[in-house]
């Protein structure tokens, strides 16, 4: 991973402190550790759908999210993507720690999901302070152990359960987080079914399902939710408790 020029970076020691503060790792972390760590922090800020880095790319930089969210991602050769897991501000990427940490090449693709700040810190700095610094060897993989749990979990999940039940989940937890007036999901077909795991007709298919059932509206780029509970009715879901 190389971040290119065009991406908005400058050297905010303050901004760059407040955003490490966020990883317990830095933040239980004795001054001189701190200093060596803040010294080599550049902030990176880019828009929705930029590429951070790209599968068997070099990892140059490790990046630790302020605000935002990161995409972790694999694509076939058909060019279907496979989401692997999202990571927030505070959280970690383990296919981003790993490269950096063992001088590898990185295994999946990551691109800025919402407008995205963040500090980047050099690889071989990382490396040094890790080694340096056991608390954060033990954080690190304490974290990438969860990661790595909560994958296995995620593809139980989709080889394991109907795609009209993981549909309708997904859809009423994006309605639920939806901030407009009526609960809208603002994605495409394409970028739900990437999100489940499955092809963009099979997605398409149970909307247009729920459509003919009235329980949503299908607008480019947007669904609206018209009835909770035909949504449940028509997926088989239950009703709400």
Same mark, same amino acid.
């Given at each position: 991973?190389?971040?290119?020029?065009?991406?908005?970076?400058?050297?905010?020691?303050?901004?760059?402190?407040?955003?490490?503060?966020?990883?317990?790792?830095?933040?239980?972390?004795?001054?001189?550790?701190?200093?060596?760590?803040?010294?080599?922090?550049?902030?990176?800020?880019?828009?929705?759908?930029?590429?951070?880095?790209?599968?068997?790319?070099?990892?140059?930089?490790?990046?630790?999210?302020?605000?935002?969210?990161?995409?972790?991602?694999?694509?076939?050769?058909?060019?279907?993507?496979?989401?692997?897991?999202?990571?927030?501000?505070?959280?970690?990427?383990? $296919?981003? %720690?790993? &490269?950096?940490?063992?001088?590898?090449?990185?295994?999946? *693709?990551?691109? =800025?999901?919402?407008? /995205?700040?963040? $500090?980047? %810190?050099? &690889?071989?700095?990382?490396?040094?302070?890790?080694?340096? *610094?056991?608390? =954060?060897?033990?954080? /690190?993989?304490?974290?990438?152990?969860?990661?790595?749990?909560?994958?296995?979990?995620?593809?139980?999940?989709?080889?394991?359960?109907?795609?009209?039940?993981?549909?309708?989940?997904?859809?009423?937890?994006?309605?639920?987080?939806?901030?407009?007036?009526?609960?809208?999901?603002?994605?495409?077909?394409?970028?739900?079914?990437?999100?489940?795991?499955?092809?963009?007709?099979?997605?398409?298919?149970?909307?247009?399902?729920?459509?003919?059932?009235?329980?949503?509206?299908?607008?480019?780029?947007?669904?609206?939710?018209?009835?909770?509970?035909?949504?449940?009715?028509?997926?088989?879901?239950?009703?709400?408790?």
């Amino acid at each position: 991973m190389r971040i290119k020029q065009k991406y908005d970076i400058q050297k905010e020691g303050a901004l760059a402190h407040s955003i490490l503060m966020r990883y317990p790792f830095y933040e239980n972390a004795p001054d001189e550790f701190r200093d060596k760590l803040n010294e080599n922090a550049r902030i990176l800020r880019c828009d929705p759908g930029q590429i951070l880095y790209g599968h068997k790319g070099r990892c140059d930089e490790v990046v630790l999210v302020g605000s935002g969210t990161m995409r972790i991602y694999v694509s076939g050769e058909s060019g279907r993507e496979f989401t692997l897991y999202t990571v927030s501000a505070g959280e970690v990427c383990p $296919v981003n %720690i790993q &490269a950096a940490c063992a001088n590898a090449g990185l295994v999946a *693709y990551a691109t =800025a999901q919402k407008a /995205l700040e963040a $500090v980047i %810190i050099p &690889a071989v700095s990382f490396r040094d302070w890790v080694q340096e *610094y056991p608390e =954060a060897r033990q954080y /690190l993989f304490e974290s990438t152990f969860d990661r790595f749990v909560s994958l296995i979990n995620r593809i139980c999940e989709i080889t394991t359960r109907k795609i009209n039940h993981r549909l309708g989940e997904f859809m009423l937890w994006k309605f639920r987080e939806s901030e407009h007036p009526r609960p809208v999901v603002i994605m495409t077909h394409e970028e739900i079914a990437t999100e489940l795991g499955t092809a963009r007709e099979v997605v398409s298919r149970r909307l247009q399902m729920l459509e003919n059932a009235n329980a949503v509206e299908l607008r480019r780029g947007r669904i609206l939710l018209l009835d909770e509970n035909l949504l449940r009715q028509t997926l088989d879901l239950g009703n709400a408790s």
